[in-house]
Structures are given as C-alpha cells and as structure tokens.
C-alpha cells in the first residue's frame, strides 16, 4: 500500500503592509522564510494577548484591592476609634477619698471572694445565695429597698438583685448599671467579678439620695457563668428580657465585668483576631466594648472616663463575632435591641487566673480599682443627666 506524503511547496506567500497606512499585498517567500515569519507572528500575537490579559488582571486586582481595603479601612475607623485621649496619666499615690474608696472596694471583694468564695448553683446554691443576700444587706444599708427577680434554675430559686432611683426630668428612660455576682465552679471570683460587684456597690452607695434626670438602676446579676451563659437561664437574659416586656426604655445599660487586675509589664495583654497589632501590648488600661449598634454609648461613656485624667482606656464597637465582645451581661441586653456596653479588665486577655482557684482577693489592684470607680461615677452622672 503507497503512503501519500505531504510534499514541501518550495514557495508560500503572506499578507503583508509596510505599516498602518498602506494596504496589505500578497508577497511571496521561501517555504522556510514564511514559515517562521508566520511563526514569530504567531508568538508576538499571543506575547502581546498574554500582556494585554495580565495588565487587566492586575488592574482588577489593584482596583478591588483598592475598594475592599478603603471599605475596610473605614470600617476598622468606624468600629476602633474614640473620642478623647486613653493614655491616662501616670499612676500617683491615692488622695484621701480614694483611700477611703480603695478600703470600701477591698472590703466587699474580701466577702464575696474570699469569706463566701466560690458562687455557683452547681457548686451548690447555698453561696451563691449568700452573695446575694450581701448584696441585699449592702443596699439597704445604703438607704435602698432593694428588690429580688427570683426564677427557678434545675429546681433551685435563683435571683438578680436590683434598685432604682426614680428619675426627675427624663423617668421614663433608664440607666442600669449591672455586675454579675456568680463565679465558675472552683474559683473565688474576686476579679471576675468580685471586683465589678464591689465597683456596682460604690456607685450605689454615692448615688443614694441624688435625684439623677433619668431614671437608674443598680442590678447584681446571679448565672452569669457557665453553665448558664448565654443561655435563657442567665441572670441578665432573664433580667433584659422582663425590661422588654414591662414597655422599659432601657437608654443604657453598663456592665461592669472583671475590672481588678491590671500589669505594667510589657506584652502583658493579648487580644482576640489580630487587634493587637493596634492596640498597647501593657494590660494596665481599661477597656469599654459595645457592639456596633451601641458606638454612641462607647463613645459617650468613655469621653466622659478619658475626661477624669485617671487609668488608661481603649474602646471599640465590635460585632459581636469577635470573640470576647459579648462575654458578659451587656450581651443579654444586645439580645433585646437595647444599647448596652461592657467595661472590663479583659479578663482572659489579660488576667493569668482566670476562672481558676487563683482568682483571690489579694490579686485585685484596689490602687487602681478605686480611681476606676472615682471615674465611673462621672460617667454614671454623666448617662443619668444629660438629654442625649
Ligand atoms: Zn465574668
């Protein structure tokens, strides 16, 4: 059988124009000649496609780089910015009423945390009750009747512990300022939060008898802890979801959570996805953390802080998928719709004994706790008073 065979033409041709302004014409070439012009042609095209396509992805890639991190960039703005200056000023010997202050602060953190200790229902409910009853002896020494939300967790009675100051001009809209009393199981809780329970009560006690705008409330909040929280057997759920009910106008709700232990040691503070990079590495601050629907209230309660000169502050309105953004009380609320913030130490960000037995009384930095409150007073005068 005869193989056909591709037989070489010894001349081709090609379309060619001197430049743009002349017309094409047919030239002929060797077979050799032609092909490997046709052939650098070829590959100057595609060099030419291939350049034309890699210049476009990199201007759509530049061009989305560009809008997302703008986006971005204003967003991280929107959310970590605050008003005022969070240094603070450099930590000075406590002046006479601070002393006093310091003494009534280590007091109460020395009942709950270290005479009573460990608060939780599963550790068995007797304690737990005992904090409160502290809590109810504490206000109605302070000129209080205090009121007692009792609920029922696993068949024993559990309470949050409140009372209110009615207000003058604005009665309708409240301000609550809450700590949470319960501890984990096997921990005193003195920072987490004997120590918010003990800042709760000086408040209490310094505004007895004054007639605020709004109206204000103080509330310990019992099964914070787990294994009740951020479930529907949370002292705060529970408390938030009754304001909801009651046609409450709930304006703003603080949470003070662990704010006892601080560190001026270097890279003594972590934080949760990457926001260290923007933030002091020394735990010696306070922290003020709502969510991004309550940045007026960071705003507003962390102006008024920054304004008393005292401990260094940092603030954020965060979603609440950060993690640590909403571990505490102000959390409940968030589930409520109302503006709610908390005001913490950081706690597991910070603080080495953190819901462990080392959690002592002793560990709480009342030299810093009691200017704490000192500021918090103005910032509570501040929410109750003004027209905001
Ligand atoms: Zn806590």
Not at 87 to 112: C, F, I
Not at 144 to 159: A, I, L, M, N, T
Not at 280 to 308: M, Q
Request: hydrophobic share 40%; charged share 20%; with cysteine.
């Amino acid at each position: 059988m005869e193989h056909s065979t591709f037989q070489r033409p010894e001349i081709d041709w090609l379309w060619v124009r001197k430049d743009t302004s002349h017309a094409w014409t047919r030239t002929t070439c060797s077979w050799d000649i032609c092909a490997s012009t046709k052939r650098s042609i070829k590959s100057s095209i595609i060099r030419v496609k291939f350049t034309q396509k890699s210049a476009k992805i990199v201007r759509a890639v530049a061009t989305r780089v560009l809008v997302y991190g703008s986006i971005l960039a204003v967003a991280l703005w929107w959310m970590l910015w605050t008003p005022g200056d969070g240094s603070g000023v450099p930590m000075k010997p406590l002046g006479a009423d601070e002393l006093a202050l310091s003494s009534e602060l280590r007091g109460d953190v020395h009942t709950l945390a270290a005479e009573i200790g460990e608060r939780n229902v599963s550790a068995g409910a007797t304690r737990l009750d005992q904090a409160a009853e502290f809590i109810v002896r504490s206000m109605t020494a302070a000129g209080y009747e205090p009121q007692s939300q009792w609920y029922p967790v696993g068949g024993v009675k559990c309470r949050n512990v409140e009372v209110e100051i009615r207000g003058t001009s604005l009665a309708a809209e409240v301000v609550i300022v809450g700590a949470h009393y319960d501890t984990v199981p096997g921990s005193p809780g003195a920072d987490d939060n004997a120590s918010g329970v003990a800042v709760m009560l000086a408040l209490a006690r310094r505004f007895a008898g004054t007639q605020p705008g709004r109206t204000l409330r103080f509330v310990a909040f019992t099964n914070e802890e787990p294994p009740y929280f951020w479930t529907t057997e949370m002292g705060s759920l529970v408390y938030a979801r009754k304001c909801r009910e009651q046609g409450d106008r709930v304006n703003a709700m603080l949470s003070i959570e662990s704010v006892g232990f601080y560190s001026s040691e270097p890279r003594s503070q972590r934080y949760p996805m990457g926001l260290g990079l923007l933030y002091p590495s020394k735990g010696d601050f306070v922290a003020f953390v709502g969510n991004l629907r309550s940045r007026w209230l960071v705003h507003r309660a962390i102006g008024v802080f920054r304004n008393t000169r005292t401990l260094p502050s940092i603030g954020a309105a965060l979603p609440n998928s950060v993690p640590g953004a909403g571990w505490s009380d102000h959390w409940s609320f968030w589930q409520q719709g109302f503006a709610s913030i908390e005001i913490t130490d950081t706690a597991p960000y910070r603080n080495p004994y953190y819901h462990t037995s080392g959690d002592t009384a002793e560990r709480v930095d009342y030299d810093r706790l009691a200017p704490f409150a000192g500021a918090m007073v103005q910032v509570v005068k501040a929410l109750t008073a003004d027209s905001q």
